[in-house]
């Protein structure tokens, strides 16, 4: 198990981003939750088996459909395993 906090960095507000990362996770047997910032970047944090999570993080940073990611922050952690499924948190 692995705990990944990510920053997505350019368009990826108001381009159904948090809604396609939910569903990718999903697919993917992610778990964790995903979140717009006031500054224009979404937050992430992916829960899961580590291919499973790096699959995510390349998703998210390479295949959004309507997204642009500019930059991208990784923060490897420990895992908490608290997270039942996979959210789009306010």
Request: glycine share 6%.
């Amino acid at each position: 198990m692995i705990r990944k906090h990510v920053y997505f960095s350019g368009k990826v507000q108001g381009v159904f981003f948090r809604a396609n990362t939910k569903k990718k996770a999903q697919e993917f047997g992610v778990k964790g939750w995903v979140k717009n910032l006031i500054d224009g970047r979404v937050e992430a944090v992916f829960e899961g088996e580590e291919k499973d999570v790096n699959k995510l993080v390349n998703w998210c940073k390479n295949n959004q459909p309507h997204a642009r990611v500019d930059k991208i922050k990784v923060e490897t952690k420990e895992p908490t395993s608290k997270f039942d499924n996979f959210f789009i948190k306010r």
